[in-house]
């Protein structure tokens, strides 16, 4: 079993295949492009999330096997320091959730991300700091040159997600990485969640007397915390960053993209005797 295997490590499995890949071959250059983006990127969102400058990447790779050609990469199972008790095994590592962030910010490229404009695709990307672009840039284009088309799953403590990007959804997020933020602001909304998916990053949010917007979920415990107050289906306080985005172009375009914060119930009215 997954879990009892690796703890709470998250798994990123990943198969290719296209008219490139020929009896469970691929090209070595390309597939180590690939897997080194998602190394070094998530390697990045690691150092940020803790606020290291330097950070020697721990990600692990089992060994590729057929079956098209399947690699798949795992963070590694955070060492005890000397003469201390384990702490609880069950938490995810600051890396298992960085690998978390960048799965699902492929597969959002490939879903609902390969459409021009998308808010989501745009928001996940500008949240990310900018030394994982690098990462991800270089794994796109190996995805893109190879015209591969990867299909995968994320395993991690949140259950089992389908991961799939090509190259449109590589070109995609190749675009979205050249965008500019413009400006950001903050808003606080209450209202009422319409729907979240984990497996592209997405939360939809009725504002009371508002437009319903669409807007990016940056982090596997956020979304956590909005999948469960969605299933309770509760009433809530949600705080985001609204970005302003700018395109390239002789026309660029700007849109304003929501990220969420934090959210949280909001009380229950008082009940009229």
Do not use: C
């Amino acid at each position: 079993m997954f879990e009892l295997t690796n703890r709470a490590q998250s798994e990123l499995e990943l198969h290719l295949n296209g008219e490139t890949v020929h009896q469970h071959e691929a090209n070595a250059e390309s597939f180590a492009q690939l897997v080194r983006g998602i190394a070094d990127a998530t390697k990045e969102v690691a150092k940020h999330i803790i606020g290291h400058k330097r950070r020697a990447s721990t990600l692990r790779i089992l060994a590729p096997t057929p079956g098209s050609v399947r690699v798949v990469l795992k963070a590694a199972t955070p060492q005890e320091a000397a003469g201390r008790t384990a702490q609880n095994t069950r938490t995810p590592s600051v890396d298992s959730t960085s690998l978390d962030t960048v799965a699902v910010l492929l597969s959002r490229a490939q879903g609902e991300g390969a459409k021009p404009d998308d808010d989501v695709l745009s928001g996940l990307a500008a949240n990310l700091p900018q030394k994982a672009h690098a990462g991800l840039r270089r794994a796109a284009k190996a995805i893109d040159a190879q015209d591969w088309d990867i299909d995968g799953e994320l395993r991690s403590t949140h259950g089992f997600q389908h991961v799939h990007v090509g190259p449109l959804g590589a070109r995609a997020l190749l675009r979205v990485l050249d965008e500019h933020q413009e400006s950001s602001t903050s808003t606080t909304l209450s209202g009422a969640i319409d729907g979240t998916r984990r497996s592209i990053g997405a939360l939809w949010f009725a504002p009371d007397g508002q437009v319903a917007i669409e807007a990016a979920v940056p982090s596997p415990d956020l979304m956590e915390q909005a999948v469960q107050h969605d299933a309770a289906n509760q009433r809530v306080r949600a705080e985001f960053d609204v970005l302003t985005i700018v395109g390239k172009g002789a026309n660029p375009r700007r849109r304003q993209v929501y990220t969420l914060r934090s959210i949280e119930p909001l009380p229950d009215a008082p009940t009229l005797i």
